[in-house]
Structure formats: structure tokens, C-alpha cells
């Protein structure tokens, strides 16, 4: 019987997917380079379960079968005839997710569909050494940190087939993810082209003066930000009307950052080594800014953004 979803790579990503699946009431089961790491994968996945039950939008009784289904392992032919899914999360490394593929697309029957958790590196290219089924090679991207963050991006390869993806994407969304299907294999998948839009234009409107980051920082997450969860941009022109979208259009996108190389800004502080929180300053100064608070409302906004959502019938 198929009821075993198999994630390699038990590291941050491989233990977020870890906990959807098995709250789905999947077997699960992560494997890594060392027992070790594949058992410090599984503690992590039953944390994140626990965070989630605790926050309340599972129940205790459901987060303990959850955790009842997770597995630590390292030997990937045992699950052979058992897996249902495999999901790919190692390092962001083109070579050795090529090799990984290459070795799963030999031990998995073609009824498998092969995963790939990258965020940034083509499933056409990931899969390029498969020699056996490479039609069942789909990209699923989640997003971080992948137990809260709803989305997940569905990418269809150059020779991925669609239906596939189609059936990869109905499983997600029956997880409880909001998964979403992107046609094309193309740089950003579907999220990250808009996300890199929305930070193209916060950093101009910083080199030029118009605002300083905080303000910026503000106008997106109380304005447009506040709304999003409800509120898609393409609803929004539908409400506004699109004669006057296009109006807005004529004005505004003649004067807006169209660059198509990295603005200057990011130059200006890594060439001094600020890289940000890391190393303590980057936009922003991290000796009077807190990071923990930070991470811990973004996540306590999420979840309480799902909850409204799965009252509301919308997720
Ligand atoms: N961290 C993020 O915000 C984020 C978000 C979305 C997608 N991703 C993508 O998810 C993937 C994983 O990222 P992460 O942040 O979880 O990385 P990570 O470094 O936290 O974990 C990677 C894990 O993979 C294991 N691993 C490496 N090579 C392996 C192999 N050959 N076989 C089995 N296990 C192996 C490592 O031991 C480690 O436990 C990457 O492709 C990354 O781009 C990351």
C-alpha cells in the first residue's frame, strides 16, 4: 500500500513539509545524509506540530497522531514499495540535486510523482539526468516556514506532464495547503516574480529618497499587506474598475523602477559586509531592532490569519 510520503532532507524545509504531511495523516518519513540528522529532522517536524496544535488549529489528540507517522531513516530503497509522494529538500545545489533525482527516478516506480522543494533552480534542469520517468518530476515549492505558510508553488517542468502536477497540486490542497499550479518553468516560479517586483520598487523609493525604509516597510504591511490575505491584486482591479487601473497605469508605471539588474542599494551595504540581521545591520540597524520579536509576530499573524481563514471556509 502507497500511504508514505517521503521527504529528503531533513533540515528546516524537510521538517515544515514533514508536519503538513503528517497532519494529513500521512506515514512520513525523512531522510538525511546521517541517522543522526534524519532523527533531528523528525524532532524538529514533531516541534512544529506541537507549535501548531498549541496555537489551536489542530487539536492535541491530532498532533499526537501526527507525530505517531514521523519516521527518521537514511536507507531511501526501503520505501520503495510503500512511498506515495517523494519531496525533495536538500542543499540549493544544482549537482547534487541532479544526482539525488537521478538516484530517486531509479528506486521509485513511474506511479511516484519526485518533488522538488528548490526555490530558485529549474525542475527541467533538476530532473535532467532522469532516465526513467522524468514526466513525474514536478517542482513544489513551500514556502517558509513551510508548517505555516500556506502556499506552495506546483511548477510543470519542460517535459513534466501536467497531469501530474494537476493531481500533485490536488493532494497538497487536500493537506490544507493553498497550493497553487505555475504552467511554465521559469525563473521565480509564480510568488517570488511578484515578491521581487514589490522589493524592486521599495528599495527605489529608498534610493531616491522618496521615503525611509520603516515608512516603506509600513505602507506595505498596513496598507496593501493588511489586505492581501483576502484581497488578490487582480480581485482588486476588478473592484476598482479597469478603466481606471489603466489610467492609474498610464500615470504611475513611467515612474517606477524598471531596472533590471540589482539596484545600487544592495552594492552600497554588502560591500561593507552589511548583510543584515546577520551581521547586524543591513537597511536596518539590528543592535536596536529585534529579530525574535519580529519572526514571532509574523508567525503569530499567520496563524492567526489561518484560523480566520479555516473559519471562513476560504483555506
Ligand atoms: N530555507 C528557506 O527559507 C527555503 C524556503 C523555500 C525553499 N527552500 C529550499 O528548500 C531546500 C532545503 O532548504 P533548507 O533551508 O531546508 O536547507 P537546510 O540546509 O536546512 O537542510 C538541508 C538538509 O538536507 C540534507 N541533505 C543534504 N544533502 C543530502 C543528500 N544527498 N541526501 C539526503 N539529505 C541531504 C542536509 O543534511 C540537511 O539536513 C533548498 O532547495 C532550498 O532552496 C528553502
Known sequence: ??????????????????????????RT???????????????NAAKNIDEVAQAGLYTTEQAEQAKALLAGDTELARYRDSASMVIEAIFENLPLKQNKFKELDKIFP??????????????????????????????????????????VEVVVGDRTDIEVAKAVKATLNSWGKAAVLVKRDLPGQLANRILQAVIRESVN????????????????????????????????????????????????????????????????????????????KGIYDWSVKDMDELAKNRNDFIIYARKFMMERGLL
Not at 29 to 43: F, M, P, S
Request: with cysteine; proline share 6%.
Open 1 to 26: 500500500m502507497r500511504d508514505t510520503v517521503v521527504i529528503v532532507g531533513g533540515g528546516k524545509m524537510g521538517a515544515g513539509i514533514a508536519c503538513c504531511a503528517a497532519l494529513a495523516g500521512n
Open 29 to 43: 518519513v525523512i531522510i538525511d545524509i546521517t541517522q543522526e540528522n534524519a532523527e533531528r529532522g523528525q524532532i
Open 110 to 151: 513511474a506511479e511516484v510523482p519526485i518533488c522538488s522543494n528548490t526555490s530558485g533552480l529549474r525542475i527541467t534542469d533538476i530532473s535532467a539526468l532522469c532516465e526513467k520517468h522524468v514526466e513525474r518530476t514536478v517542482t513544489t515549492h513551500f514556502w517558509f516556514p513551510g508548517h505555516l505558510v500556506p502556499l
Open 205 to 280: 523609493i529608498v534610493e531616491i529618497g522618496l521615503a525611509d525604509p520603516e515608512d516603506v516597510d509600513t505602507a506595505v504591511k498596513m496598507g496593501m499587506g493588511i489586505r492581501f490575505p483576502v484581497w488578490g491584486p487582480l480581485e482588486h482591479i476588478d473592484a476598482a474598475r479597469l478603466d481606471l487601473c489603466q489610467n492609474v497605469q498610464r500615470t504611475v508605471l513611467p515612474e517606477i523602477s524598471a531596472r533590471q539588474d540589482p539596484s545600487p542599494v544592495f552594492a552600497k551595504h554588502v560591500d561593507k559586509g552589511e548583510i543584515g540581521y546577520e551581521s547586524g
